[in-house]
């Protein structure tokens, strides 16, 4: 096995320098850190992470904790980090809660145990109070969801902006039937998402009736499809229809096509993130965008930038993307007549 020792003779240096330039130490010039790791990549040299932990070093490994790597937000997200991460010598770790906090908790306990460099997390709705403690001695920030126990460095997007524009849009169509599907209150998401729906209808002077919502769990395509059933059921059913997720947009597209619902001579549908075949699907789906490229990239750099920096340099940071409104051929005005299911 390659070692240190045989790099420092082959380049007639120290054993200590060696070592410090694999580390990236400040005290060891540039060209001698790119000679070293030049000779250390010819010979085959694997550095022993595990005796680097033992004396109490960070590993080079940052994790991703997110709901689930189904939803293709979370697994773009994923794609993206890991590429800048990689670019600086950090690796990318996954780890999937299901939106559980005792899951949450586990993967907290195995990532602090392993020295992780940092955390970038989406957190569950009620973190467990060791959750909280974890974090607080990791370098970490929230990604779309904030919570305040966690912290002040956030990542996100204007949620309650995004749904106002998409629900404003219906109701500048002339519709007075709308319908909301998406997640909970508790989660700070869902909440920001139901607001912003509310709000368009108040500002469009729609009654309370005018506006339904339907809350569930966000990450179920199975939910969209059982909730749009249900509503086109009604016997006043929805004209119109805009969605808080992107699974639950999934699971709408499903169902509609399933029952063969017009789009949108029967049902005008705004969707939730902007997927790769969103654009084709019948006439084309409208929907609200998310700057997921540029969110990641500015994710990675924030925190790159935190691992490069003294302890205690992370004060408070905010960074808000606006969403788009996509609009394309699922959305026109009403005409008056109510859903139809095919037999």
Request: with cysteine; charged share 25%; glycine share 10%.
């Amino acid at each position: 096995m390659i070692t240190t020792r045989d790099i420092a003779e082959r380049l007639g240096i120290s054993v200590s320098t060696v070592g410090r330039a694999l580390a990236d130490d400040a005290r060891i010039s540039e060209e001698t850190k790119f000679r070293v790791r030049r000779t250390a990549s010819e010979m085959g040299y694997v550095g022993n992470r595990a005796a680097r932990m033992m004396r109490g070093a960070s590993s080079n490994v940052v994790a991703l904790v997110i709901p689930d790597i189904r939803n293709s937000f979370y697994s773009t997200i994923a794609h993206e980090l890991s590429k800048n991460m990689q670019a600086e010598g950090f690796q990318l770790m996954l780890s999937e809660t299901d939106d559980d906090r005792m899951a949450e908790l586990r993967h907290l306990r195995e990532l602090s145990a392993n020295r992780v460099a940092g955390v970038i997390i989406v957190p569950t709705a009620r973190p467990h109070s060791e959750s909280v403690r974890l974090l607080r001695t990791l370098p970490h920030l929230q990604l779309l969801r904030r919570h305040p126990s966690l912290g002040a460095q956030w990542f996100g997007v204007d949620d309650h902006e995004a749904l106002r524009r998409a629900t404003a849009h219906l109701v500048a169509l002339g519709h007075t039937r709308i319908a909301y599907l998406g997640g909970p209150e508790e989660l700070p998401t869902g909440a920001e998402r139901l607001r912003g729906f509310r709000t368009a209808l108040r500002e469009g002077d729609l009654p309370d009736h005018a506006g339904r919502a339907e809350l569930g769990p966000p990450s179920s395509v199975h939910h969209g499809r059982e909730a749009v059933r249900r509503l086109l059921q009604e016997p006043a059913a929805p004209t119109a229809l805009v969605l808080g997720s992107i699974q639950l947009t999934l699971g709408v597209l499903e169902e509609l096509s399933a029952q063969g619902v017009k789009v949108p001579d029967e049902l005008s549908v705004v969707g939730f993130g902007d997927e790769p075949g969103f654009s084709w699907w019948g006439p084309g789906l409208t929907t609200i965008g998310l700057p997921i490229q540029e969110m990641a990239t500015g994710c990675a750099l924030w925190l790159l930038r935190r691992l490069k920096t003294e302890p205690g340099n992370d004060g408070p940071y905010t960074s808000v993307s606006p969403g788009s409104l996509v609009v394309r051929g699922s959305t026109a005005a009403p005409d008056g007549r109510a859903p139809s299911r095919s037999a």
